[in-house]
């Protein structure tokens, strides 16, 4: 009973997290009228009101596009426009896709190598008798692994095209591997998809986001990607319970009862009865995206393996819904009437006159940044000043008791300080010709996002963080490059386990935000009223908070932003 309530608790947790509103209204919107055009349904005018299925963040069926073959007497124009538009049908291997191929040439196409999101219709360009370009506007790639990067810019790509008769009809005999999709499209026919590892303490679930093609067999991609590791740039901040050289035994896992059938090779059993907890765990929150997937039953080579009781790790911890902030003369959780301190910490912070405050899980520690350095305040009462160094970035805390500093014109000065003063530089890639505008260490604290800024030129890294034996951070991996925000940066914060966000101000002061699924797309979260100076993360998008310089606390509220009533001198950050 207890292994079954742990799970429970598990799956619960996990199918709360944040879907991006934008995909789900995308779907809902495209199903809803798909559902009408079936019916032929007419909107109601009579009757009572009825009670419908609930809505949940989770999308219970996905667009099937059925596309057309080739049509006969087709120029090469319309073949290759054919072809391109037959990648949202992935039926039977992308049957009809083949259909625009010669005979030849239809059993060598990989339309599995990747994905290019292209932006409008593309252009036809005839090169000679029998060749073509075709030049897209690149939004976006996918990988065979199911990596999404963003093209920044927008990016022309050419495509090169070949051309055969056969039986007096025009088919390529030669086609790119993989599948072009337009930005609508491929928000219909792919899905994001979270792959979780674990922290070196095993403390939390850390989410490495993939996308998959909508499908049955989105399962089997899920679990083949967590059994092939990492991404390149995670790799060495996050581990696997999985024992190496583990993978499925059979060729998909099922799905039965709304339970995931996980059959794995031998290699599986050589993990204790702490690895099968982790391994679960691991399996359950990367299907926990999988409408139909509830549960998780593992198998090794056909036979079940006992899976314990045990303690579940953390998934996307959450904060103190209540902003903090430093307001009349108090640092505490602040109502629009009122700052509630915090016992052994408010006192001692604000004695520094701080310029920027971030405190700890436990409430316990606070990093504090001030203008005669950076500042470890424990809950005793103590403050001792761990960075000593000038023009110094607002600090951050990792919750294996690390303040993080770094000084603003020297980013590679990345130093983890131990609470007692103790300097562990961190050796990383990142340019050292540029200035570190705002960091920030992740909550489970494998990953910290930075905001550069060089001659007006900015860049927005997450970098994973490297620890050794004793977790003692000692490195930066290779920084991934997510799409910088447009205007002068200014902050940067985690919004939850997957995303962070960005505020930037424009030439005439205003405040623009965006946000950014690490690994998936970014979005646009609206300008709220005035210049802003700061913004922090909470619990999900609608958790965001933005500080301007007159002192007003701004949140999102529908399409908008909205004063909390709360006004502040400082806003902090809880982890």
């Known amino acids: 009973m207890k292994e079954a309530t742990n799970e429970s608790a598990l799956s619960e947790r996990l199918r709360s997290r944040r879907l991006p509103l934008r995909r789900v209204r995308a779907v809902a919107v495209v199903a809803a009228v798909a559902v009408a055009l079936v019916g032929c349904a007419s909107i109601p005018s009579t ?19 059925l596309p057309s073959g080739p049509v006969a007497g087709s120029d090469q124009e319309r073949i290759l426009r054919g072809f391109v538009a037959a990648g949202t049908g992935s039926q039977s291997d992308y049957a009809v896709a083949r259909e625009y191929l010669s005979k030849s040439f239809s059993k060598k196409w990989n339309p599995r190598a990747g994905v290019i999101v292209r932006q409008g219709s593309g ?24 990596h999404y990067t963003e093209s920044q810019p927008s990016t022309s790509t050419n495509l090169s095209f070949k051309f055969v008769k056969e039986s007096g ?20 026919v792919f899905r994001p998809h979270a792959v979780y590892f674990f922290d070196p303490t095993y403390s939390y679930l850390v989410p490495d986001q993939r996308w998959f093609l909508a499908r049955t067999s989105t399962t089997t991609r899920i679990v083949s990607a967590l059994l092939a590791g990492p991404s390149t740039w995670l790799r060495g901040a996050v581990v696997s319970a999985f024992p190496e050289g583990t993978q499925l035994s059979l060729d998909s ?20 009865s702490t690895a099968r907890i982790r391994m679960h765990a691991q399996l359950l929150a990367s299907l926990s995206t999988v409408a139909t997937v509830n549960a998780v039953d593992i198998n090794v080579e056909g036979n079940a393996l006992s899976i314990p009781s045990g303690s579940q790790p953390s998934v996307n911890p959450t904060v103190d819904a209540r902003p903090l902030v430093i307001a009349k003369g108090q640092f505490g959780f602040a109502s629009p009437t009122t700052v509630s301190p915090i016992p052994g910490l408010t006192k001692s912070v604000t004695s520094l006159k701080p310029t920027s405050v971030e405190l700890s899980t436990k409430q316990n520690v606070a990093a504090v940044g001030t ?8 809950d005793d009462g103590i403050a001792r000043k761990v960075d000593s160094r000038s023009d110094l970035a607002a600090p951050s805390l990792d919750d294996l008791g690390y303040v993080w500093s770094a000084k603003v014109d020297q980013p590679r000065s990345l130093t983890a300080f131990t609470l007692d003063g103790v300097a562990h530089p961190l050796t990383t890639s990142l340019p050292a010709d540029e200035s570190l505008v705002a960091f920030k260490v992740s909550r489970d604290g494998t990953r910290v996002v930075l905001l550069l800024n060089a001659d007006g030129t900015t860049k927005l890294l997450v970098a994973a963080v490297i620890r050794d034996s004793k977790h003692v951070p000692v490195k930066l991996g290779d920084p991934l ?19 962070v966000a960005t505020l930037s101000t424009n030439d005439a002061g205003d405040s623009l935000v965006a946000e950014q699924d690490v690994g998936g797309e970014t979005t646009d979260l609206g300008r709220p009223t005035g210049t802003g100076v700061d913004i922090v993360g909470g619990n999900g998008a609608d958790r965001v908070r933005v500080l301007t310089a007159t002192g007003s606390l701004l949140e999102p509220r529908g399409n908008g932003w909205e004063d909390t009533g709360v006004s502040a001198d400082l806003l902090a950050t809880q982890r």
């Open 47 to 65: 009757g009572g009101v009825q009670t419908g299925d609930p809505i949940t963040s989770k999308v219970q069926s996905d667009i099937e596009y």
């Open 123 to 146: 252009t036809f360009r005839s090169v000679s008798d029998s060749q073509a370009t075709f030049t897209v506007q690149s939004a976006a790639t996918v990988d065979a692994e199911g």
């Open 169 to 188: 009809q025009w088919r390529l005999s030669y086609a790119p591997d993989g599948i072009q999709l337009s930005t609508a499209n491929f928000d219909l």
């Open 253 to 272: 896992v099922t799905v039965a009862s709304g339970t995931a059938k996980v059959d794995l090779s031998g290699d599986a059993l050589s993990a204790d």
């Open 371 to 378: 203008a005669a350095g950076v500042y470890a305040v424990k």
């Open 481 to 499: 490059e997510l799409t910088p925000p447009s205007g002068n940066p200014v902050a940067v914060t985690w919004v939850d386990e997957l995303t």
